[in-house]
């Protein structure tokens, strides 16, 4: 997508073609994205109950194991036995 129509100037009308194109793949990209990002979403939640099943039977702490996921602990965590 070329991105010179970005900053044509959209008020003068009518609109060139390049730009109807470039507005209508500006706006199906943005579904697009949505889309995938609602999977990921689903993902992640379906990941997280994976491992809170796990964690439970194993009476470890899923939150703790959680947050050290995001700050980027968890390996180093695990191999000092932290979560049991």
Same mark, same amino acid.
């Given at each position: 997508? %070329?991105? &010179?129509?970005?900053? %044509?100037?959209w %008020?003068?009308?009518?609109? #060139?073609? %390049?730009?109807?194109?470039y507005?209508?793949l500006?706006a199906?990209?943005c579904?697009?994205?949505y889309?995938e990002? &609602?999977k990921?979403c /689903?993902?992640?939640e379906k990941? #997280?109950?994976y491992?809170?099943?796990?964690?439970?039977k194993a009476k470890l702490?899923?939150? /703790?194991?959680?947050?050290d996921?995001?700050? &980027?602990?968890a390996? /180093?965590?695990?191999?000092?036995?932290r979560?049991?």
């Amino acid at each position: 997508m %070329s991105k &010179g129509d970005q900053c %044509s100037n959209w %008020s003068k009308k009518p609109l #060139r073609k %390049s730009q109807l194109h470039y507005a209508a793949l500006d706006a199906v990209i943005c579904v697009m994205i949505y889309k995938e990002m &609602g999977k990921l979403c /689903e993902n992640v939640e379906k990941m #997280r109950n994976y491992f809170t099943k796990i964690f439970l039977k194993a009476k470890l702490n899923i939150n /703790e194991f959680h947050n050290d996921i995001l700050l &980027g602990n968890a390996n /180093e965590n695990l191999k000092d036995n932290r979560y049991f």
